[in-house]
């Protein structure tokens, strides 16, 4: 936490809960995450560029064809957050959490590593 420097912008931030059930409707567990707002960044300025992986649909058929004709095992996995947690190399200042503006006010978090929603 540190002060904001003059000519920078914090960007807000909100914590989104969830609630995960079995298959029969009781309660797994609770997942609490905080979630910056990235759609207040202007390109150029707050972030300079974005990247997402993604194959074409003709590479996947061509690499499923491959595993079928040598009867290779595959696996299928879902990432949800590939790029959650990477380094930043750009200054980004995040208004401080709900709850916690109210023992450190005038204080912004300087952010080292993304957060859900940051661009």
């Known amino acids: 936490m540190e002060s904001l420097p003059p000519g920078k912008k914090a960007l807000g931030c909100k914590w989104v809960y969830k609630i995960n059930n079995h298959s029969d409707g009781t309660i797994e567990r609770l997942k609490t995450r905080l979630v910056i707002f990235g759609n207040h960044q202007v390109e150029g300025i707050d972030y300079n560029e974005t990247f997402a992986l993604v194959a074409k649909m003709v590479t996947m058929r061509t690499f499923l064809a491959l595993a079928a004709a040598r009867n290779w095992e595959l696996h299928q996995m ?5 790029f959650l947690h990477g380094d930043l190399h750009e200054e980004v200042y995040m208004k401080l959490p709900p709850g ?5 006010p005038g204080m912004v978090c300087r952010l080292k590593k993304s957060l859900y929603g940051l661009r």
């Open 78 to 82: 879902d990432v949800h957050n590939a």
């Open 100 to 104: 916690l503006a109210i023992d450190h």
